[in-house]
């Protein structure tokens, strides 16, 4: 599957941004977020049939690229920073 493009500057970048504090983390939840887009129906192209959207491997995903930004004691459920993906 292609990596998704975003030109808004929404997608986040696949390799991990300067200040990522685990590289290995940020690596594999991008990839997850790239096999977890949704389609044109808005439901995830690769769990198909599903119920709803995020998806259970998109939220990993979400949680997996806001921990490898920040693995400090706050933890995973505060660590977006502001991102919107
Ligand atoms: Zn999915």
Redesign the pocket.
Known sequence: MPEPLDFGGQTPPIDPPAGCVNPLVWRLARRLYA???PGPDGW????RP?IL??????RLADLGLATALNSTSAGPHVTNKGHHW
């Not at 995830?44 to 769990?47: A, D, G, T, V």
């Not at 959207?53 to 998109?58: D, G, L, M, Q, T």
């Open positions: 096999d977890h887009q995830c192209l690769n769990c599903a959207y995020p998806c259970v491997a998109r």
